[in-house]
């Protein structure tokens, strides 16, 4: 029965998640859809608590009471069970929070997400806040998101999510997100002064686009990208509506990304089938990344997938999705724009490039490729991207001289990579 209520629950946050994807105008919806977001959340926690003072009065009856061999193990037993309920209460507020995150990025940029999901000081991810039910201020940053909605001001309680850690609440419109710190009492110390000081360098970069000294580097930039972004979302979820109707499904929305889809057969024995799978081929299992809370701070599987059900039978493991990514095509890609690429998969870049003749090595991080299984970004538009990025730092007065002209201190990190290049 609970599990019944648990899906309709997810079902209905699903359907308003994408009437408001929609229709981003339809305030009151995107007020309703936090409110239902927070009562879930606090239903889940008072769960957790009574869970642990159960557990914890088991652990004493275990300590205290002279329990016979086989009371003993019944107890142990129950105990076990219930670190399992509460992981399994855990995981569902990750998954609710998961659906705040879906609102979250339906208004603000998934390149400024990014730069919320990490410290200021360096880029290390940010501590989340903890418990809902926990915050002293909750009351308070609820009672300033109506006002600021009554106002006709969207708003956005970050504790909701799973990606925006700076800050209590953000203000929204067609610029970056104003983001705010609720305060319930006039008190100032050194922890205050530190998260006034982390929210100033954090809005400072997402409004203007550059910073000195952030995140350990002496001049950081903001800019995007020369080509449009593509990305094969509606592939992915063509691929789901097959797989409903067979059982499993494969697509390749360009050549060397395969989308798999599966339900109704073992996921290991349909990957062994498939013959575009070799040793250049890097297999993305989206529900890994899912199970372990790894997806941010990316674009959510909540907006991700479209369908109701599909998303739900994601969630519990009911659907298993792959992606497959060719190695091998993405350096024919690279290296028809004439340039060399090297892929390393385990390192903090990636992918690493170098045009022929050159010296100059650059790089695209491990969550940027991330993005083309998690995103379902064109990995061809990946490649040309970047590429037309660097020619256009080397262009004569560019955007980029500054950092080309900084060379060591950019090449350093990447230098020992060199000796991979052959050409």
Known sequence: MEEAVKNRGLYDLKIMLNKLSSNPSDFSLMLEIQFKIVYLILRRERDIKRLKRKSAMLKSSLRKNRLS?????????????????????????????????????????????????????????????????????????????????????????????????????????????????????????????????????????????????????????????NLPAEYHVKALNDCLRECKENGYSVVEPEKGFHIVAVREYDPQEIKDKFDFITSETQCVYLNDIKNASQWMPLSPFTLLIEDESDLCDFISGDLSIFCFISLDEMKKTSESEGVELVIDLDGDYSLLFKKFNDDMIWGVSRQMLLRVSLEMLSMSWLIRANIQKFNNFNLPGGSGDFKLSEGDAFKKPLEKYRPLFKK
């Open 69 to 225: 061999k086989e009371e003993s193990a019944l107890v142990k037993s129950e105990i076990k069970n219930i670190a399992s309920l509460i992981n399994e209460k855990k995981f569902d507020v990750y998954i609710y929070r998961m659906f705040g995150d879906g609102v979250a990025f339906i208004y603000i940029d998934r390149f400024t997400i990014k730069q919320l999901f990490y410290n200021s000081l360096d880029y290390n991810v940010k501590e989340h806040a903890g418990d809902l039910g926990g915050k002293s201020g909750l009351r308070d940053e609820w009672a300033l998101i109506k006002i600021a909605f009554r106002q006709g001001i969207p708003a956005l309680l970050h504790d909701i999510t799973m990606s925006v850690r700076h800050g209590d609440i953000s203000l929204l419109g067609n610029d970056e997100p104003f983001l705010i710190e609720v305060k319930s009492s006039s008190n100032v110390n050194k922890r205050i002064e530190r998260q006034k000081a982390s929210l100033e360098k954090i809005t400072n970069f997402i409004t203007t686009d550059e910073a000195k000294g952030f995140r350990g580097i002496p001049l950081i930039k903001r800019e995007a990208m």
